[in-house]
């Protein structure tokens, strides 16, 4: 569905991507992990149409997403924030994100994430996790193609971030919708089809889920663990002294 190829990005004289290639694939969830500055939130950008890269292209279906009309391309897609960005106004707006809504949707997409009947009610009245959860249904109230989450369970515990990895799963089984996250929340790696390691910009080599919820399990994390594997291969380099 969407082919980066050969992409890179740069920020004045800092390069943000670095000659990417990758493909995500439609109707999965794909989970984008790395370092501040690995270039995760420049790649999301991108692929949005919020930037335009320097060298290289991005495909949708084939076509370079450059010959879309604009508004088109954009309706395409979906974000979910991690800070929530819910407006003070009954849930249904907010799903909707318009006055006059389709109730009947906005009802679906709330019910979707078990929160359904509350058309009415508050942000306010809502816990962070249930407030996640109307970020979400509003994603989906246009039936999008593509949902882009940043970090969707930075402010949540785990009980909440391991909810919002089940409606994850659940949309792309019942909307066919692919999901691109960038997170650090083991959990949600575990729920990605693919998980996708961003260094310096390039998509690095190796790691997986499981890879780093064992890391994780065992109090390292991910840097950490590439930092032990660099020093056990230079410890297995006999010295020449003596």
Same mark, same amino acid.
């Given at each position: 569905?969407?082919?980066i190829?050969d992409l890179?990005?740069?920020?004045?004289?800092i390069?943000?991507?670095?000659h990417l290639?990758?493909?995500l694939r439609e109707g999965?969830i794909h989970?984008?992990?790395g370092a501040?500055?690995a270039?995760?939130?420049?790649?999301?950008n991108?692929?949005?149409?919020?930037?335009?890269?320097?060298q290289g292209e991005?495909?949708?279906?084939g076509i370079?997403i450059?010959?879309?009309r604009?508004?088109?391309?954009?309706?395409?897609?979906?974000?979910?924030f991690q800070?929530?960005?819910?407006l003070?106004?009954?849930?249904?707006?907010n799903v909707?994100?318009?006055?006059?809504y389709?109730?009947t949707?906005?009802?679906e997409?709330?019910r979707?994430?078990?929160?359904?009947?509350?058309l009415r009610?508050m942000p306010?009245?809502?816990s962070?996790?249930?407030?996640?959860?109307?970020a979400?249904?509003r994603?989906?109230?246009?039936?999008p193609?593509?949902?882009?989450?940043d970090?969707?369970?930075?402010?949540l515990d785990s009980?909440?971030?391991?909810?919002?990895?089940?409606?994850?799963?659940?949309?792309c089984?019942k909307?066919?919708?692919?999901i691109v996250?960038?997170t650090?929340?083991?959990?949600?790696?575990?729920a990605?089809d693919?998980?996708?390691e961003?260094?310096?910009?390039?998509?690095?080599?190796g790691g997986?889920? #499981? /890879?780093?919820?064992h =890391? *994780? &399990?065992? $109090?390292? +994390? #991910? /840097?950490e663990r590439? =930092? *032990? &594997?660099e $020093?056990? +291969?230079?410890?297995?380099?006999? =010295?020449? &002294?003596?």
């Amino acid at each position: 569905m969407l082919a980066i190829r050969d992409l890179s990005f740069f920020y004045g004289k800092i390069q943000a991507l670095n000659h990417l290639n990758l493909d995500l694939r439609e109707g999965e969830i794909h989970a984008v992990i790395g370092a501040n500055g690995a270039g995760k939130s420049t790649m999301m950008n991108c692929i949005a149409g919020q930037l335009t890269p320097q060298q290289g292209e991005i495909l949708l279906n084939g076509i370079d997403i450059r010959k879309y009309r604009y508004d088109n391309y954009l309706a395409l897609f979906s974000v979910v924030f991690q800070d929530f960005k819910l407006l003070s106004q009954p849930l249904g707006q907010n799903v909707a994100a318009a006055e006059d809504y389709d109730r009947t949707r906005a009802e679906e997409c709330l019910r979707m994430v078990g929160l359904g009947g509350r058309l009415r009610h508050m942000p306010s009245e809502l816990s962070g996790g249930e407030q996640q959860r109307v970020a979400i249904a509003r994603a989906m109230a246009h039936r999008p193609r593509i949902i882009f989450a940043d970090e969707p369970t930075a402010e949540l515990d785990s009980a909440m971030g391991a909810e919002v990895a089940r409606l994850f799963k659940e949309m792309c089984e019942k909307e066919k919708v692919t999901i691109v996250m960038t997170t650090h929340d083991v959990g949600l790696m575990g729920a990605g089809d693919t998980v996708l390691e961003l260094e310096s910009g390039c998509l690095k080599e190796g790691g997986s889920a #499981m /890879e780093e919820r064992h =890391s *994780m &399990e065992e $109090g390292h +994390s #991910m /840097e950490e663990r590439h =930092s *032990m &594997e660099e $020093g056990s +291969s230079k410890a297995e380099i006999p =010295s020449r &002294e003596g």
